[in-house]
């Protein structure tokens, strides 16, 4: 397992938990952060893993965003290559082959929300705050925020979010479905080890597919979906667990799928 300065990934039962780790800048993303992600999610990838956890180091932030020290500067050039990395870290948590869990700890704002909607499920501590807060920078969220967060909470509310850089707290984020779980802030690493511990125990290949399917939503025309859609279905029919899965129900025992 390769080791980087700011981010963690440990691999265990099929499980992989991505912590960005620099808790004195609030696991804040500055450039070397970003590089280690993308290298980390490849390496889970490749490492086969069948569910991965997304969270930060520290008892107070999830991910305070992109690393405005680093930004202040920046010309448009530079914005441009840094808004880059930031969307193929976003996209690489949309487009990994099994789920992706956020387990929002802390603060997430700017980036650090925006990594949270690429994920596929978020669950929030009680303590966690979230927002896309770009506006009071004078910026506008640029890793995927525009994009991912209407379909997650509505149109009007993500309007709401992006131009009074609103800061909501866990309940109001569930409220509004911008997390989908909120346990007591001690509960959370247990209740989110526990899920992808049952999401990495079903079947591979059917669950990579759910996830191919449930995306293309978002990528295009709703026809194109449902299309899509009826191709991978199909395509599941032969395997062992779909084989398995059907006998196992009609014969009254449990699955033992691949
Ligand atoms: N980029 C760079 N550094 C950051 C950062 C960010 N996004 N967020 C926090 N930090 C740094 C702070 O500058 C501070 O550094 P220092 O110890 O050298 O002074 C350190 O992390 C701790 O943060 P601090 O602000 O002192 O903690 P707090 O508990 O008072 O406040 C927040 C926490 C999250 C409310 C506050 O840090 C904040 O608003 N951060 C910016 C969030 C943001 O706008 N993100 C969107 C970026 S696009």
Same mark, same amino acid.
């Given at each position: 397992m390769?080791?980087?300065?700011?981010?963690?990934?440990?691999?265990?039962?099929?499980?992989?938990?991505?912590?960005?780790?620099?808790?004195?800048?609030?696991?804040?993303?500055?450039?070397?952060?970003?590089?280690?992600?993308?290298?980390?999610?490849?390496?889970?990838?490749?490492?086969?893993?069948?569910?991965?956890?997304?969270?930060?180091?520290?008892?107070?932030?999830?991910?305070?965003?992109a690393?405005?020290?680093?930004?202040?500067?920046?010309?448009?050039?530079?914005?441009?290559?840094?808004?880059?990395?930031?969307?193929e870290?976003?996209?690489?948590?949309e487009?990994?082959?099994?789920?992706?869990?956020?387990?929002?700890?802390?603060?997430a704002?700017?980036?650090?929300?925006?990594?949270?909607?690429?994920?596929?499920?978020?669950?929030?501590?009680?303590?966690?705050?979230?927002?896309?807060?770009?506006?009071?920078?004078g910026?506008?969220?640029?890793?995927?925020?525009?994009?991912?967060?209407?379909?997650?909470?509505?149109?009007?509310?993500?309007?709401?979010?992006?131009?009074?850089?609103?800061?909501v707290?866990?309940?109001?984020?569930?409220?509004?479905?911008?997390?989908?779980?909120?346990?007591?802030?001690?509960?959370?690493?247990?209740?989110?080890?526990? /899920? &992808?511990?049952? *999401?990495? %125990? !079903?079947? +591979?290949?059917?669950?990579?597919?759910?996830?191919?399917?449930?995306?293309?939503?978002?990528?295009?025309?709703?026809?194109?979906?449902?299309?899509?859609?009826?191709?991978?279905?199909?395509?599941?029919f032969g395997?062992?667990?779909?084989?398995e899965? /059907? &006998?196992?129900? *009609?014969? %009254? !025992?449990? +699955?033992?799928?691949?």
């Amino acid at each position: 397992m390769s080791e980087w300065n700011t981010v963690r990934l440990e691999l265990e039962d099929d499980v992989a938990t991505l912590t960005v780790d620099r808790p004195d800048r609030l696991n804040a993303l500055n450039v070397e952060t970003l590089h280690a992600l993308r290298e980390a999610i490849a390496e889970a990838e490749a490492e086969d893993a069948r569910a991965l956890v997304l969270t930060g180091a520290g008892e107070t932030a999830f991910i305070a965003g992109a690393d405005i020290g680093h930004m202040r500067d920046l010309s448009t050039a530079e914005a441009q290559e840094y808004a880059e990395l930031g969307h193929e870290v976003a996209d690489a948590l949309e487009s990994f082959p099994a789920p992706v869990i956020a387990a929002i700890n802390g603060y997430a704002f700017g980036g650090g929300c925006e990594f949270a909607l690429a994920c596929d499920l978020r669950v929030a501590s009680e303590n966690a705050v979230l927002g896309q807060t770009e506006i009071d920078l004078g910026i506008i969220p640029g890793w995927g925020g525009t994009q991912r967060l209407s379909r997650i909470v509505g149109d009007e509310r993500a309007r709401r979010l992006v131009f009074f850089g609103e800061r909501v707290d866990a309940q109001d984020a569930h409220e509004m479905g911008l997390v989908g779980e909120v346990v007591a802030h001690d509960n959370l690493e247990e209740r989110v080890s526990r /899920m &992808a511990s049952d *999401l990495a %125990e !079903r079947p +591979a290949f059917a669950m990579r597919a759910a996830k191919e399917a449930l995306n293309q939503v978002h990528e295009e025309p709703q026809s194109a979906g449902l299309t899509y859609e009826r191709r991978l279905w199909s395509s599941l029919f032969g395997t062992h667990d779909q084989r398995e899965g /059907m &006998a196992a129900f *009609l014969e %009254e !025992r449990d +699955a033992e799928f691949e």
